[in-house]
């Protein structure tokens, strides 16, 4: 399916599945990319989980996460081989079966040609029910059941499949960021701060001590969906510190 | 406390607190230290979750994890301010109270002199009942409750605790891991793994494809505590290979 007007998430979790990222063999590399594009759109990743290749554990952390969040992502698990169960995890989180989609097997035997075997054609399964998500730009589409959207474990094309992302999903409102570095440290700030968190509730306040640096020993941070509530938390905090304290301002 | 006879420990969960991780912020940076870690010890990591700065959460999936593994590591949240609240979650997961630890404010005093507040030696509370981990190469003490190990964020503080980790730490014995590249495709892969899976029930075999790397297409893993178990199946596969298709042997 090409993408219609944009679904409105608000909330997100995501799925890493892989026993190499759990032995630490691979290092984990989708995800700042995913959180990073759902901030962008406005949609608030909530929770990761990073489980086994493992077929129980597939199908309970997806159905939890997709009764609990707006959409869920998985990372992982999509392949031919006998390790490759997210496809089959996320169906019986659904109470459905896998089955072969046609267009997708149409597809991988065009990709394939001669060499295409039973086994190649795996990678046609989808969860009785999914819709298949493309844009324009890549063809290749991303397996959608319900809200849980299957993305592959590879992280050059993970990326790519972002963009489908971007052009399928929106959050209800933007997110705005704003920081001070300072020059105090935490202990130094924290009634300081305690103030600002006080008299601003809908501003979500951070505090980051920078222990390897020498430009500054504190980061701050001020995040809203309403710009001008980061704005005013900003500069309340900001009022509160001697000038010399403040090392930038973002 | 100074380490003992190494706890024995056959599985470990992480929960990775922060805001600035599910904002995409900040790149989630210890994870792969501490598998890198716990599988060097035997201990395996069977699941990671990364959740935000928030009390009940932290409360929840601590309780949840610390029943369901023998080990359990947070990282994250510690420190001063009103969003370093992992003590006190941990504190509310085994219902107990946080408390002032004599010999942490203590040593907080002799590191921040004069300069030490009240607000500082929030980095002396400790849930009632927590041990203190050392070893005589660092003496800053982990905070232990019951199986529940609390590690800093901060990435290169994160790092020098996990040699207290290998001090006290310990799996039931060591995992051995063996690869084989391959220049076949997972599609063709797929019938002679099966039959290694069915005929080696005791080892992990994992199969990774390489997409963007000419020298082979597919790392065919194996995995297990019985190296000799690991060496056969490793054999069993490479037999069933043509000489040609195999780029390398680890």
Redesign the interface.
């Known amino acids: 399916m090409k993408p219609p007007a944009p679904r409105i998430a608000e909330s997100a979790a995501a799925v890493?599945i892989g026993?190499?990222?759990?032995?630490?063999?691979?290092?984990?590399a989708n995800?700042?990319?995913?959180?990073?594009?759902?901030?962008a759109l406005g949609i608030?990743?909530?929770?990761?989980?990073?489980?086994?290749?493992e077929l129980e554990a597939i199908a309970r952390e997806v159905a939890l996460e997709s009764a609990a969040h707006d959409v869920v992502f998985t990372s992982g698990g999509v392949?031919?081989?006998?390790?490759?169960i997210t496809i089959e995890g996320v169906a019986r989180a659904f109470g459905v079966r896998a089955r072969i989609d046609d267009s997708l097997a149409g597809m991988l035997r065009a990709a394939?040609g001669d060499?295409?075997?039973e086994?190649?054609l795996?990678?046609a399964l989808v969860p009785d029910g999914a819709e298949l998500a493309t844009t324009a730009d890549d063809k290749w589409p991303i397996v959608v059941m319900k809200n849980v959207w299957v993305l592959p474990g590879?992280p050059?094309?993970f990326r790519m499949k972002l963009s489908v992302v971007r052009a399928w999903l929106q959050g209800p409102a933007a997110?705005h960021?704003r920081a001070v570095a300072t020059r105090l440290?935490?202990?130094?700030?924290?009634?300081l701060?305690?103030q600002v968190?006080e008299a601003h509730p809908g501003v979500?306040?951070?505090?980051?001590?920078k222990?390897?640096d020498a430009t500054y020993k504190t980061k701050v941070?001020f995040?809203s969906r309403d710009a001008s509530a980061v704005d005013a938390a900003l500069s309340a905090f900001v009022a509160l510190l001697d000038p010399g304290d403040v090392a930038s301002v973002e």
């Open positions: 890493l026993n190499e990222l759990l032995s630490g063999k691979v290092h984990e995800l700042v990319d995913l959180a990073k594009t759902l901030r608030a990743l909530r929770r990761v989980v990073m489980i086994p290749d392949g031919p081989t006998h390790d490759d394939y060499r295409c075997t086994h190649h795996r990678m590879v050059q094309i997110f960021s440290d935490e202990g130094k700030l924290k009634p701060l305690d968190v979500d306040v951070g505090s980051y001590p222990w390897f941070t995040d």
